[in-house]
């Protein structure tokens, strides 16, 4: 097989218009298509829904659907808030803090930067709930490969400990 990218990743919003309206104005995002069914295509279900396409850059692509006939969405009670989110890379760190400004001059609330080692992050949520994360790549020569050479190690130790592996414990230490 013979990937050639990630064609969407979509995503369920309560409101398409007020999804549109908040990718648009705060992260800056280009509304590129939506589709309107009353019938779902893959299955056949009698189901209206917006599905509507957010150009996330570089040819990525962040969809959502509005489903006005199903339950209020809601989120997995069993994981973290902190765990699912939506990750977005910014150029550098001076687009992060004026990304991070932009947002909260929009009202909302933004946690960070969080210093990674290898990239800083801000948080914040959107309308509907969903966590997103802007990133800022920091690292330095030779760190992605030491990672990379150690992932094998650390998903074998965690298998069998299930307890954080010290391989790459560096990325921790005297972070400001």
């Known amino acids: 097989m013979n990937l050639q990218g990630i064609h969407h990743v979509a995503y369920r919003c309560n409101d398409a218009r007020e999804t549109v309206s908040f990718y648009q104005e705060v992260l800056g995002m280009d509304f590129q298509l939506a589709i309107a069914e009353d019938q779902v295509p893959s299955t056949g279900e009698p189901d209206p829904y917006m599905h509507i396409f957010m150009d996330a850059g570089n040819g990525n692509v962040l969809a959502f659907f509005e489903l006005p006939n199903s339950p209020n969405m809601g989120k997995d009670p069993n994981t973290p808030a902190w765990v699912q989110h939506i990750a977005f890379k910014v150029k550098d760190m001076d687009a992060l803090l004026a990304a991070k400004e932009r947002?909260?001059?929009?009202?909302?609330?933004?946690?960070?930067?969080?210093?990674?080692?290898?990239?800083?992050?801000?948080?914040?949520?959107?309308?509907?709930?969903?966590?997103?994360?802007?990133?800022a790549n920091t690292s330095e020569p030779g760190m992605l490969e030491r990672l990379h050479e150690?992932?094998?190690?650390?998903?074998?130790?965690?298998?069998?400990?299930?307890?954080?592996?010290?391989?790459?414990?560096?990325?921790?230490?005297?972070?400001?």
Not at 111 to 132: A, E, M, Q, W
């Open 103 to 135: 947002i909260e001059a929009a009202g909302l609330e933004v946690l960070g930067p969080v210093n990674h080692t290898i990239f800083k992050s801000i948080y914040f949520f959107d309308p509907n709930g969903h966590r997103l994360e802007l990133a």
């Open 150 to 176: 150690v992932a094998p190690d650390m998903i074998d130790e965690w298998s069998r400990t299930k307890r954080a592996p010290q391989h790459a414990a560096w990325l921790h230490e005297n972070n400001d």
